[in-house]
Structures are given as C-alpha cells and as structure tokens.
C-alpha cells in the first residue's frame, strides 16, 4: 500500500535551518509529481512547493521562495524540503502529498504522509 | 493566482440533514476543482477531483457539481463520521495550486 512517512521536524531558532524528509513506498515513487503542503496551528492548508517526477522542474509559493529548496532522491524514494532563514510565520505541520495525474487532464493529491511539527521559535 | 472562496466558513448541522459547501473562484478554472475532507490531527483527504469525479472508496452522498468559476460539495445526508474540515482546492492555474479557507462542519 501507498506510504508517505515525514520526518525532520522540531524546534528550531528564526533564522536557522531545517531538512524534512518524505519517505515513500508502495508505489514507483519516479512516476509521481510531489508536494509539500503545510498548515500552521488552527489555520487553513497552504500549498508550499512542487518537483517534478524527475526533479526536472521545481515550483515555490511565493511565502517560502528563495528559502525553501524542494528536492527528491529517486534512487531512494525520498522527498526533501529544505528550509532556511526560518520564520515564526513557517511554524507549521507539513505534509508531503502525492500528485495523481487524471485521463481528464485534471490533478489532485490523492495519498499524503501524516504531517511534521515545525516550530520555529526563539 | 487564482483566488478560492469557500462560503460558509463554519455551518452547524444534524445527523441526516443535506449539506452544502460552495466554491467559488476569481477565474475561469473549468473543471480542475477538488474537494478534501480534514479530521482532527489528521492529513486531508480527497473526495472529489475533476469537480464531480469521486473517489474511489468515499461514500455516494458525496456529490460535486459545478464549472468555470461556480462549484458545490453536496453531502446528501450527514452521517456522525461527516463532521470535518473540507477545502476546495484549484488546479487550473498551475503551479500555482491554491486551497479555499475551508468549511467547518460542526454538530447542531
């Protein structure tokens, strides 16, 4: 079965950094698009970043673009989401999700892990 | 981007009652509209893509309707296991995928 296993999070100081992970299995992880999505305390889902199925395309919101780097180890099965310079405002549960591709030409998200706990806080 | 508009933002309901979520988008986005349920310390999950598509596995009193700018999620008789967060997400304007504020529905 399709698995999405986060990992990474914690406490961490503004301005420092931090490297999630999103292991994958149960599927050809190297056919799917992946994402990163968050949700700060309380708050709504935020879209966060994209790669593509072969890494050869990455896109940011513009919240977290030029401090977040999106990345994937195919060989491995592995997400990762790098995040520098952190804000309080990133404090957030982050979640990466799988992208299903439709006959239709439509996509959605269709497996997401269980989520992170990052907290930035001084 | 493409701005979603979710209304209400919180509804009280009872068991068996009919329920409906609307959508609405600042742009024409066809039919790339989705819909995802959230429990409480849980991750989303998704019950409709392609505005009207359902998930295979989720119950047949979710319905989606809806196109171009307009869209409803349409629970047909709330069940106990209905009360959740649900958020509409559009996909037209990629990647630029944006979520609506969501819809809270809570027990009468």
Known sequence: ?122 | DIQTTQSPSSLSASVGDRVIITCRTSQNINNYLNWYQQKPGKAPKVLIYGASTLQTGVPSRFSGSGSGTDFTLTISSLQPEDFAVYYCQQTYRTPRWTFGQGTKVEIK
């Open chain 1, 1 to 122: 079965q399709v698995q999405l296993v986060e990992s990474g999070g914690g406490v961490v100081q503004p301005g420092r950094s931090l490297r999630l992970s999103c292991a994958a299995s149960g599927f050809t992880f190297s056919s799917h698009g992946m994402h990163w999505v968050r949700q700060a305390p309380g708050k709504g889902l935020e879209w966060v970043a994209v790669i593509w199925h072969d890494g050869g395309n990455e896109y940011y919101a513009d919240s977290v673009k030029g401090r977040f780097t999106i990345s994937r180890d195919n060989s491995k099965n592995t997400l990762y989401l790098q995040m520098n310079s952190l804000r309080a405002e990133d404090t957030a549960v982050y979640y990466c999700a799988r992208e299903e591709e439709t006959v239709a030409g439509t996509d959605y998200f269709g497996y997401w892990g269980q989520g992170t706990l990052v907290t930035v806080s001084s």
